[in-house]
């Protein structure tokens, strides 16, 4: 298995968390919709990560563009879920970070120092 493909692993792995601990009763809806929001981020995901393993892309230039990612931070399917906008608004926030903290874990914290 590839490095990206232990990142997505991981980061799917934290979505089950993050809807089971933050939005109980939405939990399987909020999995299924972040699931699908990161598929979506896939290919800018793969490229970015690949540059901030590199040393292309700082950690703060890496989590701007995850920010921006609309796959990412698009909240219209989890208010159309019944979802309040509030709860939307932190759901998307925290997906967001959870992506940012699994890439920084995955792509950054394995690389030997030096």
């Known amino acids: 298995m590839s490095q990206f493909d232990d990142f ?3 980061a799917k792995a934290n979505l089950t968390v993050l809807g089971k601990d933050s939005f109980d009763g939405y939990s399987d809806q909020v999995k299924a ?3 699908a929001a990161l598929d979506k981020a896939k290919v800018n995901l793969a490229l970015w990560t690949g540059q ?3 040393g292309q892309l700082t950690q703060a230039e890496f989590e701007n563009l995850v920010k921006g990612e609309t796959d990412l931070t698009e909240i219209a399917g989890y208010t159309a879920a ?3 906008q509030a709860e939307a608004q932190r759901l998307r926030d925290a997906v967001t970070v959870s992506v940012i903290n699994t890439a920084i874990d995955t792509f950054l ?4 120092a030096g």
């Open 8 to 10: 997505l692993a991981a």
């Open 82 to 84: 019944g979802i309040s």
């Open 109 to 112: 914290k394995s690389r030997p």
């Open 52 to 54: 901030l393993a590199a």
């Open 33 to 35: 919709m972040a699931e």
